[in-house]
């Protein structure tokens, strides 16, 4: 008499030779990783200066360090942005800004946000280069 069994499909991905890959390639990122504080000793932060030629640039923004924006030579405020930035037809237009080395990180990061949000394509921070 001949038994007959039936193989089972075993339908299920078999993940344990996945999951042992990943934990070694965490165990030697973990190894291979040096972790340290940042230093930025040396590093000297751009600076700008009150100068009539610099204000009266074209497509220019002069932010000094209590966050006075002077735009195309004109005062502005970071709400009327659009109005020195956004005209129809100039999104690839390069805009300058140039920045007090004081200002607070923050706002500089959030008078940035504003001009990327109206598609300019170009905006260049103007910093001094010291040797």
Avoid: C, W, Y
Avoid at 36 to 63: C, E, M, Q, Y
Avoid at 82 to 90: K, L, P, R
Avoid at 92 to 104: R, S
């Amino acid at each position: 008499m001949e038994l007959k069994f039936e193989k089972k499909k075993n339908n299920e991905e078999n993940l344990i030779p996945l999951i042992n890959i990943v934990f070694l390639i965490l165990i030697f990122f973990l190894i291979t990783t040096v972790i340290r504080p940042f230093s930025a000793k040396g590093i000297d932060l751009a600076r700008a200066a009150k100068n009539d030629k610099l204000s009266k640039i074209t497509h220019s923004l002069v932010i000094d360090k209590n966050g006075s924006l002077i735009a195309n030579g004109e005062f502005a405020t970071i709400g009327t942005l659009s109005d020195f930035f956004a005209t129809e037809g100039q999104s690839t237009q390069t805009v300058n800004i140039i920045a007090d080395k004081e200002l607070v990180a923050d706002k500089l990061l959030e008078i940035v946000g504003r001009l990327g949000n109206l598609k300019l394509k170009n905006i260049k921070l103007i910093i001094e280069i010291s040797e």
